[in-house]
């Protein structure tokens, strides 16, 4: 029973000193940090499981044509990952990964107790505009990179977080995350159109 309790004390702590975060396998304990390796340019990133799903605990950065930098700049792409319309969101991610549905979303929100605190436990510890910032609680880490509408004009930057879901809501729309600095809750929003660039954030088939 000892030994027992020793394990668990350490595999909180070493779960609980992880932030932004090896294994990734489909099974893998909740709380797992892993690495994905993109073989189309070599990038890497973390992933983390949550529940029973394992994410990328990154933006995508896939320069896949028509996917733009937030803001133009390349440290944007370095910090938040690209930006992709949602065409092009749908086929940006790596083999034995894909974009996210809007159902595999709330199953997110579920895993860490339901939508109206997911976004705060979602969103990293710092970053987001006048210190309203997440807590981080599952290494999920999203940054508020902002976007892009249809019309050319980068958006909310520092206080949003746009990602793409695979849910289309209409000829016009499709639904994606939305992440508000100081807001505790996690929507899923179907009011933008499919030209927008938002974040792609990818989740294991």
Request: charged share 20%; aromatic share 14%; proline share 2%.
């Amino acid at each position: 029973m000892k030994h027992s309790f020793i394990g668990h004390a350490l595999f909180a702590l070493a779960f609980a000193l992880i932030s932004c975060g090896d294994d990734s396998s489909t099974g893998a304990p909740e709380g797992t940090v892993g690495s994905l390796t993109d073989s189309r340019d070599g990038l890497t990133y973390k992933t983390i499981v949550i529940g029973k799903q394992t994410w990328m605990a990154e933006n995508l950065n896939y320069d896949a044509k028509n996917s733009l930098c937030p803001k133009g700049t390349s440290a944007n792409c370095t910090k938040y990952g690209r930006l992709y319309t949602w065409s092009v969101a749908k086929t940006a991610c790596p083999s034995g990964w894909h974009l996210p549905s809007r159902k595999e979303f709330e199953t997110l929100f579920e895993a860490v107790g339901g939508a109206d605190s997911a976004g705060t436990k979602l969103m990293s510890t710092s970053g987001w505009y006048k210190d309203g910032n997440g807590t981080d609680d599952y290494s999920f880490c999203v940054l508020p990179a902002g976007g892009k509408s249809g019309s050319g004009y980068y958006i909310d930057e520092g206080r949003h977080a746009y990602i793409w879901s695979s849910t289309e809501a209409d000829s016009y729309s499709a639904y994606y995350l939305d992440l508000e600095y100081d807001y505790e809750k996690a929507r899923m929003r179907g009011d933008n159109a499919k030209d927008y660039w938002f974040s792609v954030r990818c989740v294991q088939d």
